[in-house]
Structure formats: C-alpha cells, structure tokens
C-alpha cells in the first residue's frame, strides 16, 4: 500500500520538499552521515573479507592432509612420525614444513616493520617437492645453502633491499642469522607489510625447531578420498591432529571471517551510534517542520483531507528525505570505507589491496536503515498533526501551547530511580560480568530518563548556567536565556543528541585515565627493577637478551619472566617462569610456607590456591603442550599479585615444559648495583642487547609512558569514531536554530522594529545555542563520569584497581561545548540578523 494514494496530497508532500531546499539538505545530511557509516562498515569488512579469503583459498592447495601436533602450542610432529606418515598407503608425497616468527633488517639496519602484517621465515621446498604451485620467482633464485634467504617482493620493498644483498634476521629463540638474498619471488599474500623469508630446510630445522620435530607434515594422496586419506593416517601414526585439505582451507577462512565479524561489530556500533543521534535530529526537525505547517495542514484538513491522509502527506515527506539520504549514504560509505583502507595503510598495518566490494545486502541494509529510521522519526509528528483539529489549528496562539511534562517527568523520574538502583547494584556486587552487566543495565535506564525528564530538567539547568549569561549580556542575555527554555521539548531533543555523545567520550575518558592510573600504580607500588627490557607484543624479549643483560657491569640481577602453558585439570592455567631472585625486583608477601623456586617446586596466588584447593605440600599435574604431564609441588602461597600471575615456577621448569622452538621472556627486569651509575649502565645494557634488534631498554616512567602510549592510540580510534555523533549533534544544534529562526520570524522583525541592532540579534541567537550545548553538555558529562567510574569498579579484579576522574578534560568538554554551540548558531544567527522587520511584521 503505497503512503499516499491521493494524487493530489502527494503534489503537496513533493511540493514541500522542493520548496524548502535548506531544510531539506540539513535532514538529508543527518540520514546520510549515518548511513554512510553503515554502508562504509559492511564495505570495508566485505573487502577485506573477500580478498582474504581469496589469500587462504590456496593455502592448502594440492593438500590433502595436512598432520600437525596434537596441540597447536606444542612442539609440532615426531620427525620420527614423518617416515611413518610417508609409508602409509596411499601416500603420494609428504612436504614437512617449517616456520617461525622472525625480524628481517632493512638496508639502513634497522628492523622492517610491517605493521600488523606477519613476518614469517619458513622452509622453501623445492617444485619437485612441493604439494602446490611452484613459488614464482622474479629475481634471483631460491636459497640452494645455508646463509642464503629468498624474499617476497614486499619484504624487499620495505627493507630497501635487491638480490645479493646481505642482511640479518633474527630468530628470537635462536637469535640473529647473517644471510645472503638469493631471490625474490611473487606470492598473493604479498600485502603492504607482510614479511616471508624462505630458508633452506636444513637451515630451517635447525632454527625453527628443536631438530625432533617439523611444524606440521603437508600429504597428497593417490586414489582415495580426502577423508578415507586422512582416516588411514591417523589410525597408523595416532597421537597427533589430522586434517583434510578442505577443513584446513575452511579453518582458515573461517579464522578471518571471525576476525572481520569483531571488526564489522565495532565498526557498526557506532553506526548505530550514529544513527540514535540522527534520530533525534530528524524527530526534531520534523517536530518543527509540522509545528510550523499547522496552519497549512489545518486548512488541508478544512478542505476536505482525512486525518490518514495528512498524516501520510507527512510520511510520504520523510520516506523522500530517508531515500535522498540513503542513497547518498551509499556512495560515502562506500568513499568511507576507501579512505579508511587508505588511512590505515598509511600507519603500514599491512591490509590487502583489493576491488571494494559493494554487496546487493549492504545496499538493502542501507536502504532500509536510512527509510525506516526516518519514518520512524517523522510518525510521531505526523499523527500529531493528523490529529489538529482545523479551527484549533488556524488560531495564532495554538502553536506555542503545549501539553504538561508532568507525566513525562514522573515516568523519567521512576526510570531514573530504577536505573540508579542496578548501577549501585552493580558497583556493589562481586567484580566480572554480572556486575558490568548491572552497571550497563542502570546506564540505559539512566539515558531513558534523562530522555523523558530532559525538558523538565533543561528549566533549571539553563536557568543556573545562563545566570552569568543574563547578567553579562543585559538584555540580550536574558532574552538568550528565555528563548534556550521557551520550548524544553525542543531544546531537550536538540542537546539530547549532544547529551549521548559526550556520555560516550567522557566514559570512555575515565576508562583510559583509570587504565593509565592502575598501570602506573602496579609498576610504581609493584616492581623496584631500575630497567625493564621489552620487546615486540608478538614476539616478546628474544631468548638471550636476560643473559647478556646479566652479564653487564653494575647489574646486581636481571631477573626474566617467562609464560609457561599448561593444563590443569583439562583447563588452561597459564603461569610464570622466573630466572632470578624475583624479590628483588617485584616484592611479593608469602602468605605460607616457601619462597624458593627450584626444579618442580611452584609458588601459588592465595586465590589460585583457593580456587584449586591447594595448600603448601599439594602436588599438581600439569599437561604440558607435548602432551607429557609433569607432578609440581606447592613449596608456598604468596598474597595475590597482579605482576605475578596464578603461579610461579622456576626457569628450568619452563625450559621443560615449554617446546624449545616457542621459548620467549615476557620482561626482563634489570637491578643495578647499590651506587651505580645508571645512565652509564643504560648506555651499557643497549649495547649488550643491541645485537638482538628489537629489545628496548627503558626506566619505569618510558615503561609506564609506552603503557600510556598504546592506550591513547586505542582512544584516539575511539574518538574519532564518536567525533561522527558529536558531528551530528552539531548539524542538528544548526538544523534546530535555522528552523527556529524561520518560525520565530515574526518576532525577530519585531525585535528589529523596536530598536535592536544586526549584532544584538546574531548575538541572541549565539547565546541561545550556546545555553543549549552546555546543557547537553553538563547532562553527557554527568552521565559519562558516573558510567565510565562504575563500570571501572567492575573490572578491578582485571587490574584496573584505581578510577581516575579526567576532571581537566571534562572542563574542556564544557567549554569546548559552549564554543560548538557558538560555531553552530553562525549560520542561523546571519539568517535572523538579515530578518527584514517590516516584511516579516507583515508576513501573516
């Protein structure tokens, strides 16, 4: 059923729209930014999607087994096992693989960093061996003996590097390899900053494996299925992990699109963001547009339209401007997602290239998104105007009545009571989801309320903070202040925009501060070392650097930090290895028995032990990633430390659980001797450590800054996505003051008539807006303190034990508000301050 039927009816609805140009691009607008954010979300993962897995089609390619370890963190397949796999029936041929993470040095010496791209060295296997396409070479040829590497041309691009060259790569449980690049070779996975070195097998098993095992054993079969190949292996060599070639190359696409799917959610909760922003702009705008066609629609109505089809007309206006917005969403999405893909190639994160894809469902979601929020924005209006009585209508005084907030307010009220009670609830309950679900509970019953109750409270809020106003700005303050409350319904749709997007920057803020805080407090209370050695997320300290770290003149210890991966009772219980006196550079209290760590002796938290139920002399079977399971002993309980972990074992208990080819530090914590020069010793330890390319040496206030470093560029990306709400809320302060100053025109040339100068007037309109935006800005900022500390006391038992209110970034935001609020009124107030008193006295 179409919106509306009449001929007619649907002449004016067009006309309308036509007719009022400015107001129409300024609704469009709020439609399209959101949109587009929708659109640019869906496009952005589609392609990355596509192309990748377009990379991971071929990665089995020929395969139609591939053998792995029976645990993925284990030290891969029995060498032993590869001769038994190769004898089976049906085997065809066999291709052992071998990789590791490595670091590549550039030309100028420096490592190449590829951003969030892998950097991989693995074994070449020669066209004869090889299960799959050939590698393509295009310089050069493969590596034929040790020292001799092949490189992607990628690689070769970011090191600045040519065939011939000599280079380092570091193999951080091996350390640093001189090579040789023999060849450069083509692949598909060849993306912005993706690293692969490919070394001679020899070379390769003995730098990325402990020499009794090979990562995994790629097998192509002769006369049999996939399956019945893969059933025939396992039940001759058993122990290990079987998979088709076909389950190897869903796996994998299936591992990215999870990936994406985390990324689309993020993307696309602040499209919806953005959307509940531009709902309330369009419901405004469209409160407005009817409020000031009354008399037009009355006499519609006096001529013989029906209530439906009024109310349609109004439909049928809105379902234009959501089509407009959306269909130009579309194509800034789709320019969105580009300039995003560009963005991020630009920080090297190493994403594919690719055709952006534009698939028929983002269309349609776009489409129906933009139409139906619009619609549903503009219902509302439409059945209030359906439901003007004509005569009512046509009389003067009927726009400026309205009904009691008092209803509204009371069930705001009763929101606000329920909202405040699951928050209380939340803080007060036991750390971890139930409460944050709590927390995240009372916050939307909080925003309900500030919803419902916002026109009740703009009175007294614009009333306290325009008091300044009114008394610097005389006359025109006072007028300012009485036209920011002279509606409340309107003036609390036009903040509420602006409300909900400073509640998200502020919690956000409080979240990032209170992180910073609990970081710093942890290193300042927690660890007494006067250097900490650090090293690439991905890769750790490499294996090495504690020792020579040791060994420096003026180090009285330098203890290392292991993880060390095993399960207890089927669950992963991940704890840490220590090499050093561990008291020496993080302090712990012993609640029990001993503090030695030695062979199988382990050290447990309080509520480690209290979970498994442990005490001292407690034995504890722990599998390891091979698959062995190793008796340790509970020497001592130690008072629950966040530095420390679940529980403590010595360095040797972690060289023995742990595969060789995986051994890591997580820290080294470096202690001088009593009266040592520490600049002299910094300089010594860079010195020491230089040779394993990417360890950094820093004090506790550089480990704390890059701690701090790394959580700013998590908010500077959060930021930025909110900046499209607040953006949002800015068209809709700009949308709210233009149609106002059309409504009030009457008044304003009345205003001109009497005496008052172009620059009081612009001056009125400035303060008006101004008033508004610190409302909306005072409730958001309230809102976002009280969500974001809350929520923080949820996560204390995740380390972050400290809330810190962001009070001088929360003063920012306000006065950063009112400027926003002045910028937004330019246009509208240039537009009042042009009013023509005699014609608008005159315009009935």
Known sequence: MAITANPAMRKVSLRNVASHKIRLALTVLSVVLGTAFVTGSFVFTDTLGRTFHGLFADVAKGVDVQVSGADSAGSGVPVADVAKISAV?????????????????????????????????????????????????????PPAKQGEIALNKGAIKLGNLAVGAHTKVLVPTRGTVDVTISGIYDTKADTGGYVEALFTRPQALALFTDGKHVGAVNVAGSGLSQEQLRDRISAAVPGLTYKTGKQVTDQAQADVTTALKFVNY???????????????????????????????????????????????????????????????GIVGGVGLAYGLRALLNSFDVGLPGGALQLQPRTIVVALAVGIIVTMFSAYTPARRAAKIPPVAAMREEFASTGSSLRVRTAIGAAFGALGAVAMVAGALAKAGGGAASLVGLGTLLLII????????????????????????????????????????????????????????????????????????????????????????????????????????????????????PVRIGGEEAEGTGVDGAITSVVPYTLMRGEGTLSGHNVLASEKFAAQRHLSVGSTVAMATPDQRTVTATVAGIYADNQLLGSWLGSGALYREVAPSSNLTDIVVLVKAQHGADLAALRTNLEKATDQFLVVQVQDRDQFKGQQATQINSLLAVLYGLLALAIVIAVLGIINTLALSVVERRRELGMLRAIGAFRSQVRRTIYLESM??????????????????ALFVRTLRDQGLDHISVPVTQSVVMLVLAAVVGVLAALWPATRAARTRPLEAIADL
Do not use: C
């Not at 008033?771 to 974001?788: K, N, P, R, S, Y």
């Open 449 to 564: 309320a500030v919803l419902l109750a916002a026109p009740a409270l703009s009175r007294p809020i614009i009333g306290a903070v325009g008091a300044p106003v009114a008394v610097g700005f005389g006359s025109v303050g006072r007028l300012a202040r009485t036209n920011a409350v002279r509606n409340p319904r309107r003036t609390a749709a036009t903040a509420f925009a602006l409300t909900l997007g400073l509640m998200l920057v502020t919690a956000i803020a409080v979240f990032g501060s209170s992180a910073k805080r609990s970081i710093n407090a942890l290193v300042d209370n927690g660890v007494t070392a006067d250097y900490i050695l650090t090293g690439p997320d991905a890769i750790g300290v490499p294996v090495g650097a504690g020792v020579a770290a040791g060994k420096v003149p003026g180090v009285a210890t330098a203890v290392a930090l292991h993880p060390i």
């Open 89 to 141: 029936p049906g085997v065809r041929a066999i291709d052992p693989q071998f990789e590791s993470q490595v670091v590549l040095l550039a030309a100028n010496g420096k490592p190449v960093k590829g951003g969030g791209a892998p950097s991989i060295g693995r074994s070449y296997s020669p066209p004869d061996e090889l299960i799959g396409d050939p590698y393509r070479f295009v310089a050069g040829s």
């Open 266 to 328: 993020f993307l696309l909760a602040f499209g919806a963001i953005a959307l509940l922003v531009g709902t309330f702009i369009i419901y405004n705008t469209f409160s407005m547009i009817v409020a000031q066609r009354l008399r037009e629609l009355a006499l519609l109505r006096a001529i013989g339209a029906s209530r439906r089809q009024v109310s349609r007309s109004v439909l049928l206006e809105a379902g234009i401007v959501g089509l407009t917005g959306s269909i130009i």
């Open 771 to 788: 008033l508004i935006a610190v409302f909306g800005a005072v409730v958001g900022v309230a809102l976002g303190l009280t969500f974001g």
